[in-house]
C-alpha cells in the first residue's frame, strides 16, 4: 500500500522538476535566426551593457556569465560594470563564435 503511494509521490515529483527545467531551458533558448544584427556590426569596438547583451542575444544573465566563465564571450570590467564589444556581440549573434 505505501509502495503504491510513494511510488505516486514520487512520479509527480519528478514530472514537476521537469516541468520547472523545461520551464528554465526556454527563458534561456534563442529564437531562430532570421538575419544579422546590423546596428551591432556599424560599431564593433563600442561596449554595450550586460543587460543590453542580453537583450540583444535573447539570453539570460546566468548564460552570459557561463559564457564568461569558459572564455566564449569575454566581458571587459570597467568600474565594477561589465560591459562587452559590439563585434563580439554581432560574433556570438551570427553564430561565429
Given amino acids: 500500500m505505501f509502495g503504491a503511494l510513494i ?3 514520487s512520479e509527480k ?3 514537476r ?4 527545467i523545461e520551464e528554465r531551458l526556454q527563458q534561456c533558448q534563442r529564437p531562430p535566426q532570421t ?15 550586460k543587460a543590453e547583451a542580453c537583450h540583444l542575444l535573447d539570453r539570460c544573465e546566468s ?5 564568461a566563465q569558459r572564455g566564449i564571450l ?8 561589465l560591459y562587452y564589444r559590439k563585434g563580439d556581440v554581432a560574433k556570438m ?3 561565429e563564435l
Fill in 7 to 9: 511510488d505516486s509521490v
Fill in 17 to 20: 522538476i521537469c516541468s520547472r
Fill in 35 to 49: 538575419s544579422s544584427f546590423p546596428s551591432l556590426t556599424e560599431d564593433p569596438d563600442q561596449l554595450i551593457t
Fill in 63 to 67: 548564460t552570459l556569465s557561463k559564457w
Fill in 74 to 81: 569575454v566581458p571587459i570590467r570597467r568600474g565594477g560594470q
Fill in 93 to 95: 549573434y551570427n553564430g
Fill in 13 to 15: 515529483v519528478a514530472e
